[in-house]
């Protein structure tokens, strides 16, 4: 996943957590353009957005207690790639009105704004020189609410969801701040190794889950799914040891960012808020700016008003802007793209996306890889993929055997 991919899921129809007697599950929200507002002010917008309002009415609430990463064995999960905030779906029917070329070109859009997203990252602190990761994250995260809050307060192709003060504080307040420390440890890798590299050290997502789901939760991995993760940790300790770019401190920040996904997946696997993907960027992108302000205004602004060359410039500051536009464009187009698409679709392509991005790094920067680091990327990705098909295998067994059970 990307470094400013969130996390969220769709519950799945047979998922014995989900409870229909929640507040915010009663009714089918309804789509409805916000009243009193000039149409001149919002037609642009509402055009753009409104083509994908169908998919939207359609999609579930997302099931927070349901999320976990995919080494839980109660739900069918699937991870998109091994970036900082990987969206995991659990398996939905696919909508009868997704066309073919709807799929298609729901699955491109997602892999643009997700190789998008590293490259403007990578090249803004590479090529532009803006060498703050604190203040980059910061950045995305105003962009995710403003453009968030417009979607839903705005336009109203999305109703909003109300929580209490006490979930604000229990349930999204940790979250955000996990979240936030992702995204920055996301950052700070891209910062100093190159994107290849910081893929293929994702990988270790599923180890530190197993890890976490025993430490946290209790729940015992089966032989099969400790087996799969040799190639994930053989792949990765490969790469690393012949990274020609390699750089102790990015790889640290690579392998917190790991573990922090795991730990967020974890959390969220215990929290009982229900909230779609836009009500969650608008709820956890305010607090996750919150804790980022005092790091960015002591440690960085400093060195940006007095050593950054763009600073007071025009166009390095619009480059920040689209960089923080795109990263929203990335979670609203995982957030479409799960609902025209069947789970197996989205773990085959999660996979694929993995490897596009470490292809579109070396192509685009031109680092160099060699036979033996290329043998490790693809090892570590092979790993994942064998420990996704044993998820979705064990989702299907539980899936039937919970079906004959209520029988």
Known sequence: MSASE?????PSTNDHHTSSSSPLLNGTPR????????SSSSTGLRRSLGMMSPMIKKHS??????????????????????????VVVVDKPVTKEASTTKKITSLLVWFLFNSLTLILNKSLFSTIGFHYPLTLTAVHMLSCFVMAFGIIKVLGLVPQKTLSRDEIITKILPLS???????????????????????TVK?????????????????????????????????????????????????????MGSILTAMQAVMLHSSAVRLDAVN??????????????????????????????GYGQLMPACWLIISGMVAFALNYASFIVSGVLTALTMTVAGNFKAVINIVASVLVFGNKIGLVNWAGCMVAVAGVMWYNHLMMSKKKDDDVSNTQHKK
Not at 6 to 10: G, N, P, R
Not at 65 to 83: A, I, K, N, W, Y
């Open 31 to 38: 789509l409805r353009l916000s009243q009193g507002i000039p």
């Open 280 to 309: 969650l960027i608008m709820y956890t992108s305010p607090i996750s700016l919150a804790f980022l302000i005092l790091p960015v205004l002591y440690f960085e602004m400093p060195l940006i008003t007095t050593e950054w060359e």
């Open 6 to 10: 969130i996390l969220y899921v769709k």
């Open 177 to 199: 701040f996990v979240f936030c420390a992702n995204i920055v440890f996301g950052n700070f890798s891209i910062r100093f190794i190159p994107i290849s590299f910081m893929q």
């Open 203 to 255: 990988s270790s997502v599923p180890v530190f889950t197993v890890i976490l789901n025993y430490l946290i939760l209790g729940k015992k991995s089966t032989k099969q799914v400790l087996l799969a993760l040799i190639p994930v940790v053989g792949g990765v300790a490969l790469a690393s040891i012949t990274e020609v770019n390699f750089v102790m401190s990015g790889f640290i920040c690579a392998i």
């Open 61 to 86: 609430i997302v099931d927070m207690s349901s999320l976990v990463s995919s080494s839980t064995q109660d739900h069918q999960h699937h991870r998109h790639g091994h970036g900082d905030d990987d």
